[in-house]
């Protein structure tokens, strides 16, 4: 899959503000600052489609995305830590509930960590309820160019046995090195095709 083109339709709070549009969607959530837009940004070959921030909690809405006329990669806001004020982040997990579940759309999700940090009881979360809603969903373990290649297949095995996943399942991704990028693309790719 080769991503030519790429422009941001819309931020929304609620389902009425979502984009009328009948295509399939990808999104990606993870935790504040793990790089989701720097994630977006490589996949679509932009440098500035997606703001990047150093600050936590620079998302603060479901934000989409058009690929190429026929995808829509939606940004989620990030969960954990923010600079966000408590009333805005107190809105995230009902609106990032709400779109998971009432959007029809949804073929796939991308669940991002840092490879530098252990996954912890939020993860095992949306895993569990992400197979209740039988919704496919892969991982990005972002970050990797951190650490060394030998470190990045030793912390993807600790990711993998915490989460009690294959590591198969996990793409070690950079930003910088380009690293796992048509991997996720390939993932992607086969969530439409399905």
């Known amino acids: 899959m080769i ?46 489609l997606v703001k990047t921030s150093k600050t936590p909690g620079c998302t603060r809405f479901v934000n989409f995305f058009i690929i190429d006329k026929s995808i829509i990669f939606v940004d989620l806001p990030g969960y954990g830590y923010s600079k966000a004020p408590l009333s805005i982040k107190k809105k995230w997990e009902p609106m990032i509930e709400t779109y ?17 940090r252990e996954p912890k009881e939020e993860e095992k979360k ?44 996990l793409v070690i991704f950079s930003a910088k090195s380009l690293q796992g990028k048509e991997d996720i693309l390939n993932v992607i790719e086969s969530w439409v095709n399905e």
């Open 126 to 169: 949306i895993i569990g309820w992400l197979n209740s809603l039988n919704i496919s969903y892969s991982f990005a373990i972002t970050k990797a160019d951190k650490l060394s290649k030998s470190k990045q297949l030793l912390q993807r095995d600790l990711v993998a046995k915490t989460l009690n996943i294959d590591k198969t399942r």
């Open 3 to 48: 991503i030519k083109s790429a422009e941001f339709i819309k931020s929304a709070e609620l389902p009425s503000h979502y984009p009328d549009v009948e295509l399939p969607e990808v999104a990606f959530i993870g935790r504040s600052n793990v790089g989701k837009s720097s994630l977006i940004n490589t996949l679509t070959n932009r440098k500035n």
């Open 100 to 116: 998971i579940t009432t959007r029809k759309s949804l073929k796939g999700l991308f669940i991002l960590l840092d490879i530098r």
